[in-house]
């Protein structure tokens, strides 16, 4: 009897939990809280923040303002030589009016200059297989384009790198072009207490237009009062690695020309603006290789 009654109470105590509804869970609530960064609280006017147009995420030179430059080339002369070696595709950019400027005014004040644009060349910057000994240890010949472009830089007083920053290193086909030109025994060598830079008295430079770093135009000590302690905080990280490659090639570092605070695409001052940039520009390259 007694285990009729078990079996009948358990057939009740089923049907009962098929027929209850399940109560809902109560979720919590999905949309995320707006968080504030420093950036977002920081500072900021219309030069700051990403500049756009139709195409691509780019900072462009509007057409009315767009300057066109060829330097002459190096020559035999006594003349001291720059060579600039310049990555960036889009020759409407704020970078490239940099890079022309830069060339103008040296060219100006006395200088040859060698330009070496990158993309125009079609430059490969993958160091294959069959370059990497040579790029690395020295192993074997350069070959034809490669020996090309070392005879450029042999024949340098000042080597000026001009590019986009990109991950906060230089573009792709910059670093490339670093890496299969300046190999062992032609940029540097094994020595007595270890590796030695063959490219002594020559001078090595970098010109970069960035997104927001923290407003400045200049190198270390060149913010403008937005965040400058952010700013300076990039530029001495650049300085370690600008000094570390110097050191690699025997090259002395003269620093950087960085710039963040580019006009907006379509601002209605444009050309005050660009212009201001070419001013700072021509008077910072003064500061570092004519006085």
């Known amino acids: 009897m007694k285990k009729l009654i078990l079996i009948l109470t358990a057939v009740l105590m089923l049907a009962g939990c098929a027929t209850q509804t ?65 990555g960036d595709p889009r020759h409407n950019s704020v970078l490239w009016d940099m890079a022309r400027t830069a060339m103008k005014h040296m060219e100006e004040q006395g200088m040859e200059v060698e330009m070496r644009d990158l993309y125009t060349m079609n430059f490969n910057p993958v160091l294959s297989a069959a370059d990497f000994y040579y790029a690395k240890d020295g192993q074997g010949e350069p070959s034809a384009d490669i020996k090309k472009e070392q005879d450029l830089v042999s024949q340098a007083d000042h080597l000026i790198f001009v590019y986009p920053n990109w991950h906060d290193s230089e573009i792709t086909i910059v670093k490339g072009y670093k890496e299969k030109v300046f190999a062992k025994k032609f940029a540097y060598q094994d020595g007595a207490n270890g590796l030695e830079g063959l490219l002594k008295d020559k001078s090595y430079f970098t010109i970069m237009n960035c997104g927001y770093l923290g407003g400045g135009r200049g190198y270390i000590g060149d913010g403008v009062g937005i965040e400058d302690e952010k700013w300076d905080t990039y530029m001495n990280a650049f300085k370690v690695f ?15 020309f960085v710039n963040d605070r580019t006009p907006g695409n379509e601002s209605e001052n444009y050309g005050e603006e660009i212009e201001q940039l070419r001013s700072d520009l021509n008077a910072f390259l003064d500061k570092v290789y004519f006085n």
């Open 242 to 256: 600008d000094d570390d490659t110097s050191a690699f090639w025997g090259t002395t570092n003269y620093g950087r």
């Open 22 to 86: 399940p109560q809902a869970t109560p979720t919590p609530e999905t949309t995320p809280e707006a968080t504030t960064t420093p950036e977002s609280t920081a500072k900021t006017d219309s030069f700051t923040g990403p500049t756009v147009d139709s195409i691509t995420s780019a900072s462009i030179v509007q057409e009315a303002y767009i300057q066109d430059y060829t330097p002459a080339g190096f020559t035999d002369s006594d003349k001291e030589k720059a060579l600039f070696v310049i």
